[in-house]
């Protein structure tokens, strides 16, 4: 069955887990942006949870479906309706060949996942059928998807019931300020210790240039450098370095002002000296940031970091015990 | 060199072999990454050389970060006795200098560059000395280049000049970057060339475009059909200034799929290189004539 778009939202993608391996060529693991939303989506409609669905950014798409299915849509909240009837998020519901699902505003969070029984079935690229758009690569003809496309659906499973729901004590969204943690380190160093305290005890708002590549933040105050001469090959501003890899995650001040946090279709690599980086747990977490969301950087070493990411093991154990 | 260990948040070992840049520091990279990956370490899921640094990225539940860094170290230890041999290729990239798009788009971004009042090549040839602009591209495309760094978007070659470090190229990127740099621009910054291989933003200076695509998502293009994308660290590239109707000629034969990039192996030797650059380019280059 397809899916025919009658209205394509602000920029809606598919997504799956992603696509490693070839982030030494400059090609980012890109996938859902909050993970753990991606995964509910597809248990709750009897996918595997490593399929692939619809991310939609700010603003949801409209859909007509030319076929039955179960559908289900997590992570912002952005009520889904069909045919003009609200549904409720996080929470498996039926639709029919030739009903529409649209959406209304969104009210917190900033991205909501579409899982379809049966999976969005485009071509898998390089193992996986995440949109990397830049690149023009793997999703829907490696764009976001336009008015008129029809997108299709793999065979519907039938596992998933309808009325299915994620419990209210497991669906995650950031406070305010969200938190983001980070283990500082990478050019760390570069930075002074004045900077260093500021850094964390500012409150910092995320800016409107936030999107799959990275997100940028303002609001705190000016970075100041160690003096140092300036490494052969590195540029000359103090916040350069010889270009190197940027990890996922990765926060970087380019001339020492607004911090970057890089995401899932992260740039790979570049000259501006990084600070560290956010936590594997807390990635998820600013996919789902609003532009103007207010947020402060947390310092963790590296026994909390691991203790977060097993809490956060455990929350997708308890989301998968509660459906089965 | 003073080799630096930093975790990068909970899944990442980023490893500074330099500071600064160097080819030394490039081979012990290249050399380390690929002891990484001829290991077949469990839990390693992307191994990316840099040019004077490298990054592992680990999954944390399978091999504890503080194992993972000891292997790294291990691995460096070897690293001292590395043969700084290798078995690569040149290939050979075509290039119109200072063509009409790349002056379009450098045009557009003005009041973002250094000096406002001449075009980017300009100011390069001036403050690297040059004579002129014909000196400048002379020197830019006699030598051979090292691609030490694939990466920022998706194929995109980080090139660094097989020269004296006195004689090389540099210059500062711009001031902000430019919303828009077109396709195939070959660019510069700091002590890097590169070749844009998606057309997006950009900071470096743009020098000329290349008619040859370097990235095809599609593997449409003949000699992309393997792999979508054309560089890897390691490759010898040597640039070769065409004219408008050269570079019209080339576009067709992509377009008709019987472009064949000039490719030849070779093995590099960088202690023979560095006792005698200009005499070991000439003789690299021989295979090229």
Redesign the interface.
Known sequence: MTIRVIQQGLATTVQDLGR??Y?????PLSGAMDRFALRAANLLVGNDETAAALEAVFMGPTLEFTADAIVAVTGAEMIPKVDSEPRETWTSFSIKAGQVLSFEFLKTGARSYIAVSGGIDVPE?LGSRST?T?????GFK?RALLAGDEVSVGDGSTNGAVGRSIPNNLRRGPGSPAELR??P??YWHRITERSGHSFFGDTWKVAPEADRIGYRFRGGQKLEFVDREQ??????DPS??????Y????IQVPGGTEPIVLHRDA?????YF?L?????ADMDLIGQLQPHTLAKFVEVN?EE??TA?RDR?ELLQKMRTALD | MKTRYSYGGDEHIFVEVDEEMSLEAFFKSLYMTNAVRDAEMTGVTEICPANASFQIKFDPDVIAPEDMLSKLQEIEQQAANADRTMETRIIEIPVYYQDPWTHETLMRFRERHQDPNVTDIEYAARINSYAGVDDFIEAHSASPWFVSMVGFVAGLPFMYQMVHRSKQIEVPKYLSPRTDTPKLTVGYGGCFSCIYSVRGAGGYQMFGVTPMPIYDPNQEISYLKDFMAFFKPGDIVKFVPISRETYDRNVAEVEAGTYVPRIFPVTFSLDEFEKDIDGYNRKLLEVLQ
């Open positions: 490693p391996g982030y030494h060529l400059g090609i690229v990397y830049l690149g023009a690569l793997g490696g980070m283990l380190g990478l490494p052969f090959g590195a540029g000359s350069n370095i010889v270009d190197g890899c990890p996922y995650g990765s740039v790979s690599g570049g000259g990084m560290g980086a956010v936590i594997s590296m970091a691991l990411r093991k």
